[in-house]
């Protein structure tokens, strides 16, 4: 299947800090990715909605300012979390639109575990 | 909208057991339906999906999903679970009539452990 990669899968910042993560297609291009938030035992979280060469658009209560999105390149997609809080300490996980097995399946990245301290 | 649902938070089975999954689902039209599995601190792995055609879909890993359309489910099936199999699954949909860009919706997930 297609592959999804993320970095870093872990990292830790001081409150107040900003944290890039990244998410790239290593075998195919995706014009469409999507970012998640997933807390401790419960489902995915849709954050945003992220297109190559556009603006993200961003789910409801997902602060566009805080969470900067940026897909530069058809393979890769960027999530900022900006001066970041202890609140926002969660799993993030990315995921793609590929055309193998259809434009419909999407694969997902193994996550970024970030912790705010 | 679409919306999932898994009703059971964990399902036990002994190994060598069949096991199911529950999922139902809500759409306004006619659906894609996925299977998602996630191991700890892991991203999610595909299992499988139904987009039309045969009811029963196969799978990686000896899964299989039944699509009924009068109940609205598609429930995750294996006939001999393994311990290995022990894990969070996610049911997932999407209108089959949206755009090619609108993300799937999760259920809550349930988490299937496997007793040797």
């Known amino acids: 299947g297609a592959v999804v990669s993320q970095h870093p899968s872990r990292v830790i910042c001081k409150s107040g800090t900003s944290v890039k993560i990244e998410c790239r297609s290593l075998?195919?291009?995706?014009?469409?990715m999507f970012w998640y938030r997933q807390f401790p035992k419960q489902s995915l979280m849709l954050m945003a909605t992220?297109?190559?060469?556009?603006?993200?658009?961003?789910e409801q209560g997902v602060e566009k300012d805080k969470f900067l999105i940026n897909h530069a390149s058809l393979t890769l997609s960027t999530l900022t979390v900006t001066s970041a809080h202890p609140e926002d300490s969660s799993f993030y996980i990315c995921?793609?639109?590929?055309?193998?097995?259809?434009?419909?399946?999407?694969?997902f990245g193994p996550g970024t575990r970030l912790t705010v301290l | 909208a679409q919306s999932v649902a898994q009703p059971e938070d964990q399902v036990n089975v002994a190994e060598g057991n069949p096991l199911t999954v529950k999922c139902t689902y809500s759409?306004?039209?006619?659906?894609?339906l996925f299977w998602y599995v996630q191991y700890p601190n892991r991203g999610l792995q595909f299992l499988l999906k139904y987009i039309t055609g045969d009811n029963l879909v196969k799978g990686s890993y000896g899964f299989e999903a039944e699509f009924n359309k009068s109940q609205t489910s598609f429930h995750l099936k294996k006939p001999s679970a393994l311990v290995s199999d022990s894990a969070l699954y996610f049911c997932a949909v999407r209108d089959r009539w949206d755009s090619g860009n609108t993300p799937l919706v999760f259920g809550k997930g349930t988490r299937l452990s496997v007793i040797a």
């Open positions: 759409v306004s039209g006619n659906p894609y």
């Open positions: 992220s297109n190559e060469g556009s603006k993200a658009t961003y």
């Open positions: 995921s793609a639109l590929s055309d193998r097995g259809g434009r419909d399946t999407q694969y």
């Open positions: 075998d195919f291009q995706a014009t469409t």
